[in-house]
């Protein structure tokens, strides 16, 4: 096996089951242990008290780390693409927020 065959990165055929229904989570709580990190995906509703975890995925801590790097490759990309994602400023009543969505602000003020 020559070098460039070893330095080319392996690809990996991906397949989703046709018959695998979509999960749509608002709210993600993550925990960990010294081997694990645990993300719960879940739906909060307006004016519910409970959010109902609807997914729990697993990962060592070198795949959560690899994701989260994943992740901020692909936010990057999709802000140069779309604009700048706006985040909630601390001041801002995160339920509110959560729901009604970012609002621009006033031009008047």
């Known amino acids: 096996m020559s070098a460039q065959q070893r330095s080319q990165p392996k690809r990996i055929k991906v397949e989703v089951p046709p018959d695998l229904e979509p999960t749509y989570a608002n709210l993600a709580v993550i925990s960990h242990s010294p081997s694990e990190v645990v ?49 909630p400023s601390p001041e801002d009543d995160l339920a509110r927020q959560f729901f009604e969505g970012i609002k621009p602000p006033d031009p008047d003020t």
């Open 39 to 87: 993300i719960d995906f879940a739906r909060i509703m307006p004016n519910k008290p409970n959010a109902r975890v609807c997914a729990r995925i697993i990962l060592t801590p070198l795949n959560a780390k690899l994701l989260l790097q994943a992740l901020q490759q692909n936010l990057s990309r999709y802000e140069a693409r779309y604009g700048e994602i706006r985040l």
